[in-house]
């Protein structure tokens, strides 16, 4: 698409801006910032809107003692068992356990004191999830 050609129809995110290629007016390709495409803006919203309900069912989960609120933290950053282990240097079935709230409940203070790091929060509120 030609640089005049670049969507810029009003995005999700207010007054952030994506970046497209386009052909200038010499015919080379290049950066263009574009506010947003309206079909790329409805899919964006959709995909966080589903985020936010799968972060809400999880933080039920956890209150009603299904999950450990590591488990809430995770999906608050969007982080998987593999992207957390990765991060904490911890195996995948190591981070796995540590999401039942009875296997939790054991960690030891150091080791939760580096999930509390990595999630940027206290390691009170890494226990009690508020």
């Known amino acids: ?10 995005g999700i995110y ?11 007016e010499n015919g080379k390709y290049v950066l263009s910032p574009s506010a947003g495409w309206e079909p ?9 809107e589903l985020m936010e309900e799968q972060i809400a069912e999880t933080r039920e989960r956890v209150k ?6 590591l488990a809430y933290y ?4 969007l982080m998987d068992v593999k992207i957390l282990a990765q991060y904490i240097g911890l ?15 054991r960690l030891n203070p150091r080791l939760l004191e580096r999930y509390a790091k990595l999630f ?5 509120q890494l226990m009690e999830m508020h």
């Open 74 to 77: 995770m999906a608050r950053n």
């Open 40 to 48: 790329a803006n409805i899919a964006n919203q959709q995909a966080w």
């Open 14 to 24: 207010g007054k952030c801006t994506g970046i497209c290629y386009a052909v200038d």
């Open 91 to 105: 195996p995948k079935w190591r981070v796995k356990r540590h999401l039942k709230p009875r296997v939790f409940r």
């Open 1 to 10: 698409m030609e640089k005049k050609e670049v969507p810029q129809d009003r």
């Open 120 to 124: 940027n929060i206290k390691m009170e």
């Open 64 to 69: 009603r003692g299904e999950l450990s609120p």
